[in-house]
């Protein structure tokens, strides 16, 4: 008799972003402590975050795939970041802004990233309106308005600004909307962005 062959599985996509949420979360609190600037911005600033949502809508098979994942990463990385400095830095648990980004994880993040799975896979203003409104997240976040104090993180708000409206839409037609659009979009999400600061205290 010979013993069955035990094929290994590969670690879910939901674990995954799990996963990748916790170290995420965790890497941008010890960036606060590091005395680097830059690591500091990107984790404070919405650049890397709205590309990581908008790439897991782009991936995922489905729109229900895309907000749940987006959400599982998205509230595994809220964890990481206050447990990190409640666990490691000793500082205590921030619970009224842990409970905040939890509830982004369960709202606008898993609507960002049903728009980012649209938007990749259809034509037209619609799809390029979603996709120039998270470049305006990014570039309405406020680093453009003082580009040299923070350097690395205005280079990389244009970087990925341009990765949403350029290399994301699914054709020129819809790349044409989203670039043409990001500019007004912009305007309107940082008075969003004002907004969740307002509320985050």
């Known amino acids: 008799m010979t013993a069955a062959t035990r094929v290994p599985t590969r670690p ?4 995954l972003a799990v996963t ?9 609190k010890a960036a606060d402590f590091s005395g680097w ?7 404070h600033y919405p650049a890397a975050w709205v590309l990581v949502v908008a790439l897991i809508g782009w991936r ?11 959400a599982a990463f998205f509230a595994a990385m809220s964890v990481g970041y206050y447990g990190w400095a409640a666990l490691v830095l000793d500082r205590g648990w921030e619970l009224r802004l842990l409970a905040a980004w939890l ?3 369960a709202t606008a993040v898993p609507v960002t990233a049903a728009a980012g799975h ?10 390029g309106a979603m996709l120039a409104m ?8 406020g680093v453009l308005a003082d580009p040299g104090a923070h350097p690395v993180q205005a280079v990389v708000d244009v970087a990925v600004a341009v990765a949403l409206v350029v290399a994301l839409p699914r054709d020129g037609r819809t790349r044409l909307w989203a ?5 007004p979009l912009t305007w309107g999400a940082a008075q969003l962005l004002d907004v969740l600061r307002w509320v985050l205290g």
């Open 60 to 70: 995922a098979p489905s729109l229900r795939a895309a907000a749940v994942r987006s």
């Open 20 to 28: 990748g949420g916790l170290v995420a979360g965790s890497a941008a």
């Open 179 to 183: 670039v043409a659009l990001t500019a």
């Open 118 to 127: 649209l938007a990749t896979r259809r034509t037209g203003w619609l799809p």
């Open 103 to 105: 509830v982004l994880s």
């Open 37 to 43: 600037r830059w690591a500091n911005d990107l984790g």
């Open 134 to 141: 998270a470049a305006g997240i990014v570039l309405g976040g």
């Open 12 to 15: 879910s996509a939901l674990s």
